[in-house]
């Protein structure tokens, strides 16, 4: 089992920035891929940044390339996502996730565990 805590959220004016922390415990997770997700009012949840296993190589959506920044520290369990730059459109509930296959994905219904999640609301 791999439990997931996520921190970092609250409210920031547009052009603003906020960093969201994921502390992982329960079993190692150097090998799992971390993603960060996220479901804005009324939508449904999206991929929006991953770190992948053992490498830590980045991906991102298209509609954060250029103002998110995802890291993770390896020692200390935790995935970070840097978010600059923010925009009305990236209020929502962000999640972070763990899946532990061998290949990464964009899609949600792969990762195994899922954080509680932490609001991050942008005034325009």
């Known amino acids: 089992q791999v439990q997931l805590v996520e921190s970092g959220g609250g409210l920031v004016q547009a052009g603003g920035s906020l960093r969201l922390s994921c502390a992982a415990s329960g079993r190692s997770i ?48 935790t995935v970070y996502l840097q978010m600059d730059n923010l925009e009305s459109g990236d209020t929502a509930v962000y999640y972070c996730a763990a899946d532990g296959d061998r290949r990464w994905s964009l899609d949600a219904a792969r990762y195994e565990y899922w954080g509680q999640g932490t609001q991050v609301t942008v005034s325009s």
């Open 30 to 77: 150097s090998s799992y891929h971390l993603g960060w997700f996220r479901q804005g009012p009324g939508m449904d949840r999206e991929f929006v940044a991953v770190a992948k296993g053992n490498s830590g190589a980045e991906w991102y959506a298209d509609s954060v390339k250029g103002r998110f920044t995802v890291s993770r520290d390896f020692s200390k369990s």
